[in-house]
Structure formats: C-alpha cells, structure tokens
C-alpha cells in the first residue's frame, strides 16, 4: 500500500470514528466537542464533518452549530437490517405480541457492550416507549440486556459479568458486582429478565432470550410498560406470549 492509499485508509477510519461518536450524542456535538472526543485537530474534524455533510452521513444545525447524524446513516441501517431479515420478517411476530398485550414490543441484539433496538411496536395505548430502533442501551440496565448476557455462549457470559461497566442510570441501577451474577444466574434459571426502573423511571419490563440452535441468545424479546399500568406480577404474566414469540422468531430470523 502506498503512502497516498494509507493516508486516504486512515481519514476514512477518523471520519467513521466521528460518525460512531455522534451515534452517542442524540443531542448532537459540536466540531470542537468531536475533535476533543476523537483526539483529533480541530482543522481535521471540521474538514471531515464537511465533507460527511455533504455526503448527507451528517446534518448541520446552523443554530446551535451542532452537528448530528444524517439521514443517509439511517438509510443504510435500515437496508442492513432489511437485509438480515430483523425488519420485515420480525414485524408481524411483534405485531400479535402487541396486539395480545396492548403494549409496546421490542427486538433487541447485542451490539459490542451495548445492545441495540432493532424494531419496536409501539402500543395503541397513548404512552410512547421511547427505545426506538437504532438505539444503542446499557446491557446491565435493560430486560432485554440482561436477556442477552444470560444467554450468551459461556465464555463471553463470564467476560461481561467481570468486565461490563455497571454505571448507574437510576437509582435502582444494578452497580454491584456480585449482585449482577446473581441477577444473571437468575434469569438464567427462570428463562426471563425484567428491569424495574433500572434504566428509566417509570418504566419496567420484561424480556426473553431468543435463542439459536446452540441455546445461545442471538437476539431478544420484551414487553416495556409505564409502571402505573402493570405490575411487575401482571408484566410477568406476558412471559409465555414473549416465548412463544421468540421460538418463533428463531425459526424465522437469520442467527448470528
């Protein structure tokens, strides 16, 4: 590889890494914001975020002079996830979970420590959940996270019950070490997570894995609700509709 192609491979990486930090920033950033994140000049950046906003990878907020991902990074994600099968072949199956419920649906995968909302269902109730797809949630607070990580092939399982940042998110986050294994042995045992205000106050919900042919979680499934209109006993109730939803999402769905 040449000097020249060399150059031009590390640019593109510095523009990918402004583009996964602005992933992380709903509200948007600054170029000085990226640049300190990204530990890059801030003539680089700036340069970089031009040319992405020309691109359409990134939107410009003259006002605010902030910068956020452009609709271009949500066109590819939803050919990505057209592409395995977690759009349009998962929808109807999280369809009748709704329709069962009344509440909201969600489809969750692992994404690196964090996992990600790959489609949702909202309920025809006037209550909104607001994990929608494309959105990147703590693995430690989340029914759905906790689904994954008990779920996981084994030695991968122990590497997030010892390595996985647990910060806070509430005041009902798990940040203890040993009270997390022992919340992951127990979903383990009873084949279902919830989280009861763990990640957003007043909010609870109730999650299963879905799983592969090896048993390990590629995937999983929950019912979300505000906490006024079910009990975390009448959330529970659910658990065989998510099941039975998600056997079938395994049969369905491209494993990873």
Do not use: C
Request: glycine share 6%; proline share 5%; hydrophobic share 40%.
């Amino acid at each position: 590889m040449s000097v020249k192609e060399d150059t031009k491979t590390d640019m593109v990486g510095k523009a990918l890494s402004l583009l996964v930090l602005l992933g992380d920033e709903p509200r948007g950033a600054s170029a000085a914001d990226l640049a300190r994140s990204a530990s890059l000049p801030f003539s680089t950046t700036y340069r970089l975020l031009g040319s992405l906003t020309r691109d359409g990878f990134v939107d410009y907020e003259p006002d605010g002079r902030r910068y956020h991902l452009g609709l271009r990074v949500f066109q590819l994600g939803q050919r990505v996830s057209n592409h395995h099968g977690f759009a349009a072949t998962a929808l109807p199956v999280l369809q009748r979970v709704t329709e069962r419920t009344h509440e909201a649906t969600i489809l969750s995968v692992r994404d690196g420590d964090h996992h990600l909302t790959v489609n949702k269902v909202d309920g025809p109730k006037t209550f909104r959940v607001t994990s929608d797809p494309g959105h990147l949630g703590a693995l430690h607070t989340t029914s759905v996270g906790k689904a994954i990580v008990a779920f996981e092939e084994e030695a991968e399982r122990k590497r997030l019950l010892e390595d996985l940042p647990l910060d806070p998110l509430t005041e009902h986050s798990i940040t203890d070490r040993d009270a997390f294994r022992a919340e992951i042995e127990q979903v383990r045992r009873q084949g279902y997570a919830v989280m009861d205000e763990e990640n957003e106050i007043g909010m609870r919900a109730v999650a299963v894995p879905v799983l592969n042919s090896q048993g390990h979680a590629f995937a999983s499934l929950a019912v979300a609700v505000p906490v006024f209109r079910l009990t975390m006993e009448e959330l529970i109730a659910h658990v065989p509709t998510l099941q039975e939803a998600a056997a079938e999402l395994a049969a369905r769905l491209p494993q990873r």
